[in-house]
């Protein structure tokens, strides 16, 4: 197998918040990094002003990063992430496939979801596009607002390949970021994935004004259930305990970076899911996340009050008061059941 070069040369997909924070740090350690988007605005103002008002407002970024529309400087890459909508990522995946992509690149999975139907993580819609590459994933409480400006941040590189997770562990670690590295892809992926629907549930606590109480049970509870149903979908129990579990609930769920809680705040308050999301402008994976991952839940039967209640409000149009009160006066069972 291939080693992973010192300097290597990067192209992130996907240039909104996420990918930008991204790219700027991998400027620290990598050789060449670039960001493929297609908003022109964006684009040209990484390249000019060295900005991305749009995404990442007022953040200044560093002049190394540059931004293209040529997807075929993926034909260059060390390595290739992916920032891209998890809805968007077979599309990505199988444009990637048609190109002559260098037969040792690594292809690195930073969406949050699960694909609808299948049930397919990420890195397995991504692995088979490209069976020949090596594929791992990155993960954990990254707010790209913090990330962007250097604030202290920690997260955990998932692969098979320990070689490869301890080379993208030292890309991935500045003075303000530290990487971590595990072997449970399948845990760190459906960790990412699951706190974006507790998010939600959180969010619209906070809208209904329940009150610090009710939110730390709903995380507490959301923790409970991701493990449960993480660990029935090939996660080890351990690893929802960590960065890509825990870690990434606790800020998805109490924070307003978090597009999720934004979108769920707005639904507590009595907006549309078309007004939260309109308001929001940019993609909650959340929204898509609670229709995929409900859908592996009763598939394995696999008990799931908290997705229930989510799905409730964004595809039943539930009330959200409604939703959480059923919640409470559920039938009481033992906390560890």
Not at 76 to 84: G, K, Q, R, W, Y
Not at 182 to 196: H, R, W
Not at 273 to 302: C, Y
């Amino acid at each position: 197998m291939s080693t992973f070069p010192d300097k290597p040369n990067v192209l992130v997909l996907g240039s909104g918040s996420w990918g930008t924070a991204l790219g700027a740090l991998l400027t620290n350690n990598a050789g060449k990094v670039s960001v493929y988007g297609k908003d022109d605005k964006s684009l040209d103002a990484i390249n000019t002003s060295h900005t991305n008002p749009h995404y990442l407002p007022g953040v200044t970024l560093p002049p190394e990063l540059r931004a293209t529309k040529d997807i075929n400087e993926a034909t260059d890459a060390d390595l290739i992430l992916f920032v891209v909508p998890s809805a968007a990522t077979a599309i990505v995946a199988e444009q990637l496939a048609a190109l002559p992509l260098k037969d040792d690149v690594v292809l690195l999975s930073c969406a949050k979801g699960i694909e609808k139907d299948t049930g397919r993580r990420m890195s397995e819609i991504i692995a088979a596009h490209h069976p020949d590459l090596r594929v791992a994933v990155f993960s954990g409480p990254t707010h790209a607002e913090e990330v962007s400006r250097n604030l202290a941040t920690c997260a955990v590189v998932g692969s098979t390949d320990d070689e490869l997770a301890t080379a993208l562990q030292n890309l991935f670690t500045t003075p303000h970021f530290r990487s971590y590295r595990s072997d449970d892809v399948a845990g760190i992926e459906l960790g990412g994935a699951l706190k974006n629907v507790f998010a939600i549930a959180a969010g619209c606590a906070k809208g209904l004004g329940l009150g610090d109480n009710a939110i730390s049970a709903l995380v507490t509870r959301g923790l409970a259930e991701m493990t449960r149903l993480g660990s029935q979908l090939g996660g080890r129990p351990e690893t929802f305990m960590g960065l890509s579990g825990i870690g990434d609930l606790v800020t998805t769920c109490y924070s307003e970076h978090s597009r999720n809680h934004r979108v769920g705040l707005a639904l507590g308050r009595g907006k549309t899911l078309r007004e939260a999301q309109d308001a929001l402008g940019m993609v909650a994976e959340g929204v898509p996340n609670t229709l995929s991952i409900h859908q592996a839940a009763h598939k394995i039967g696999v008990r799931s009050p908290l997705i229930d209640a989510v799905y409730a409000i964004l595809y039943e149009d539930k009330p959200a008061s409604e939703v959480l009160d059923d919640l409470l006066t559920r039938e009481p069972r033992s906390e560890n059941d």
